[in-house]
């Protein structure tokens, strides 16, 4: 925990004052330890409740009598099978430690003590933290109906702006931006602006004008997209993502980034889970049904969400979210607060199996006392 009167704060780069750790969602063993319960679900980190597919549970043993050297760190078989995936050259992949990781490259790469990075209220945390933690500035852009407002962003990027995040879909409000509105906004990006589409739920959602702007590459060099395999392929534990960028943004990127950065069981699991079309496909027929059960557990409790598109869905209880948690967590249900997102009264809840959903909306009755 930080604390105000450290003496060495004094010799850190100029944001880390006002930085505080990122608050992961509580390890259900964490909970258990701490209130002598058992069987609790965790709803909290928007992992899939599914886990891994067969295809990359078997690469990750076969891993095994690798671990004793190091990973490759160019990681060409993973970066050729997302080139070809994407349709593009191997040298506009960079692989990360997670796609947090890339997020953390892309500060590193452009932003420093008076560049400014701009992103919408409401958005995910680790921009406020890659921004802050390289001395640059944030500038918040109001939200308009939870989501981006790609107008009140826009008037924030003046010549110090070097870097704007933009998540699509956003966590944690589930909200998405179509085609035509994001390709304007990026389309009205000075050169000098980088662009990163966090795409990191992009498998999940299904509207047909949602972007894939990793195909938008040639009409925006200034543009990154990153993607995750903690999501929908169910690898959050084994940490790897990916950016997409023109090659000479990857190269830049690639100056920073630590060498062996992903793990081989991490880019062994990643290769075989991009083969396994079906574990994608279920997941999300799983999360579809999932959205909708907790939707309409919601509406029978007369309590409003926002709509989303992704593996999670944030309810408003319409009164503090604290002391609702602390009695959810009480019934073993792990469940996300939302007061450092500006949500005080929200809690973000990760889809879970059915019967998982149905545990949480029941220990959230009787919370509420209804
Ligand atoms: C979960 C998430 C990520 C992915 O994080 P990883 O580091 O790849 O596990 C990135 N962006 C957003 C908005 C997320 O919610």
């Not at 390890?27 to 891994?52: F, M, Q, V, W």
């Not at 452009?110 to 500038?139: C, N």
């Not at 990154?224 to 395999?229: D, M």
Request: charged share 20%; proline share 8%.
């Amino acid at each position: 925990m930080p604390t105000p009167d450290n003496p060495f704060l004094a010799l850190t780069a100029p944001g880390l004052s006002g930085l505080h750790p990122y608050v992961p969602g509580k390890p259900i063993s964490e909970l258990e330890r701490e209130l002598g319960i058992r069987d609790s679900i965790k709803l909290a980190s928007n992992e899939n409740p599914l886990g891994p597919g067969p295809k990359a549970r078997a690469a990750v043993a076969a891993a095994m009598p690798d671990l004793g050297r190091y990973p490759d760190g160019g990681g060409f078989k993973l970066r050729r099978a997302l080139a070809e995936r994407h349709s593009l050259d191997p040298a506009a992949i960079t692989l990360g430690n997670g796609s947090n990781d890339v997020l953390d490259l892309v500060a590193r790469t452009f932003l420093r003590p008076g560049a400014e990075s701009v992103f919408s209220e409401h958005a995910f945390a680790v921009y406020p933290i890659a921004t802050q933690a390289v001395g640059a500035t944030a500038r918040i852009a109001p939200a308009r109906d939870y989501g981006h407002d790609l107008d009140a962003m826009g008037a924030l990027v003046n010549r110090h702006a070097r870097v704007v995040w933009i998540a699509n879909p956003n966590n944690p409000t589930g909200t998405w931006l179509p085609a035509a509105p994001l390709r304007a906004f990026l389309a009205s990006l000075p050169a000098t602006c980088i662009a990163v589409v966090d795409e990191a739920y992009s498998e999940y959602v299904q509207a047909p004008d949602y972007p894939d702007t990793s195909t938008w590459l040639d009409a925006f060099p200034n543009l990154i997209v990153t993607r995750t395999f903690s999501k929908v392929h169910g690898l959050a534990a084994l940490r790897i993502g990916y950016g997409i960028s023109d090659p000479r943004i990857a190269e830049l990127l690639n100056r920073v980034r630590q060498p062996f950065n992903v793990n081989t069981p991490a880019q062994l699991a990643a290769l075989a889970a991009l083969g396994d079309a079906d574990h994608v496909r279920d997941s999300v027929t799983l999360n579809d049904a999932g959205l909708a059960q907790l939707a309409a557990g919601f509406d029978h409790l007369g309590l409003s969400y926002i709509p989303s598109v992704g593996n999670f869905i944030t309810v408003d209880l319409g009164r503090p979210a604290g002391p609702v948690d602390r009695d959810l967590l009480r019934a073993g249900c792990i469940a996300r607060r939302l007061a450092n997102y500006g949500l005080p009264s929200h809690l973000r809840v990760s889809v879970g199996l059915a019967a998982e959903n149905a545990r949480f909306l029941a220990a959230l009755a009787s919370v509420l006392g209804k």
